[in-house]
């Protein structure tokens, strides 16, 4: 698998952090992050090590669970670049007979219950 760039790993934590919903404000507070840092991220500024550790803690997420949403994300921004390059259309590229916007939300929600089984069944560190 590709490792995720600095701009996939904002958005695949913002992602999760809205998935668990937790604000922008509630993750600066739990984390110990400023708010404004957080926002930073979002404009292209780059997450400190130290940080980005800290939100992840928040989350109960690994780098390696960040690894795997941002994967997805990546995936999902091909298929529409393929739609719109090749002119197909979103049943011959999924393959599916239904709403698109339908396969989107029960495939997110699908990974999304996977990871959070994975990460209630993660031993904490105290």
Request: aromatic share 4%; with cysteine.
């Amino acid at each position: 698998m590709l490792s995720a760039s600095e701009s996939e790993q904002v958005e695949a934590v913002l992602y999760l952090a809205k998935m668990a919903r937790l604000s922008q404000k509630v993750l600066a507070a739990a984390s110990g992050v400023n708010e404004k840092t957080i926002s930073a991220w979002k404009s292209g500024r780059k997450p400190s090590a130290r940080s980005m550790a800290k939100v992840l803690k928040v989350l109960r997420c690994t780098p390696e669970d960040i690894e795997e949403v941002a994967a997805y994300h990546r995936q999902w921004r091909e298929r529409l670049r393929q739609t719109n390059e090749l002119g197909s259309s979103i049943e011959e590229i999924t393959g599916a007979g239904r709403p698109y916007r339908e396969d989107i939300a029960r495939d997110i929600g699908h990974h999304f219950m996977q990871l959070m089984g994975l990460l209630s069944r993660a031993p904490t560190k105290h």
